[in-house]
């Protein structure tokens, strides 16, 4: 694929409401920041946050900075947005940690918790930094978190059910890995790269995580303004068609000085 520029790539999130005017509505993401602030576990995707974020205002106003959701309280409903300069920003962001990760020849684990929109981001992200020299982190056998295997597809880490892969907020699969690792006496992984629940976990360790999070899921964005989370880039995590990713991956790597993968 052809490497798009800075302002073709704004058009093309905008187009394809990756960001942008995107589907999620003001009523959801206003819901979530309350649900956060009011210390439903659910909506902190294994961050820690005590007592810091009990004012739905100073989450809205982290997400009006980070993300570019509409910074009025007043806006109670109807259309939300998302700043494609804020995700290209961030993506420049993550492609300055995937650059030092190459250059380390570092272990990088990836992982998802939305594999219908962005389990090809990740697989390319992680083929890239293999043919980078990387390490991938293989994740132990047998592990189950929340009633489902965690197992690895396409060398990205993901929870599944019923033979099926499974949407989940949960930093349990992600807490499964890591402790899987240090029972086989095995490293912690340089640098995970992930989304929801198992970007905040590996962040919350005290491992180097970055992650993409859509505009109703305030904590990444929020794991970032304290430093636990280095890099969260504001995305819609699942339009109609995971292809519609492909730009910003392509434009993500080259960002990064990555040739893409096998």
């Known amino acids: 694929m052809s490497i798009p520029s800075r302002a073709a790539l704004v058009e093309h999130l905008v187009r394809t409401r990756i960001a942008g005017d995107v589907a999620t509505p003001r009523e959801n993401n206003l819901s979530h920041y309350r649900k956060l602030a009011n210390g439903d576990r659910h909506y902190w995707l294994g961050l820690e946050l005590g007592d810091r974020w009990s004012d739905e205002q100073d ?9 570019g959701v509409v910074d009025d309280p007043g806006h109670r409903q109807g259309q939300d947005t998302i700043d494609p300069e804020l995700t290209v920003d961030a993506l420049e962001r993550m492609a300055a940690r995937l650059r030092k990760a190459a250059a380390g020849k570092e272990s990088v684990l990836f992982a998802t918790g939305h594999p219908g929109g962005l389990l090809d981001v990740h697989r390319a992200t992680a083929a890239a930094l293999r043919a980078a020299g990387c390490e991938i982190v293989v994740i132990p056998e047998g592990l189950m978190a929340d009633e489902g295997m965690v197992f690895q ?110």
């Open 153 to 262: 597809f396409a060398d990205v880490a993901v929870l599944e059910r019923g033979a099926t892969l499974w949407h989940t907020h949960s930093p349990e699969p992600m807490n499964a890995i890591l402790d899987g690792l240090e029972r086989e006496g095995r490293p912690q992984p340089d640098l995970v790269v992930a989304d929801h629940g198992w970007a905040g976990r590996a962040g919350q360790r005290g491992l180097d995580s970055m992650g993409y999070a859509d505009c109703n899921d305030p904590a990444l964005f929020i794991g970032e303004a304290e430093g636990t989370v280095q890099v969260t880039v504001p995305l819609d995590d699942h339009v109609t068609s995971p292809r519609h990713y492909d730009p910003m991956t392509a434009y993500l790597l080259n960002a990064a000085g990555l040739t893409p993968g096998s």
């Open 59 to 67: 989450v809205l106003a982290v997400m009006a900075e980070r993300c």
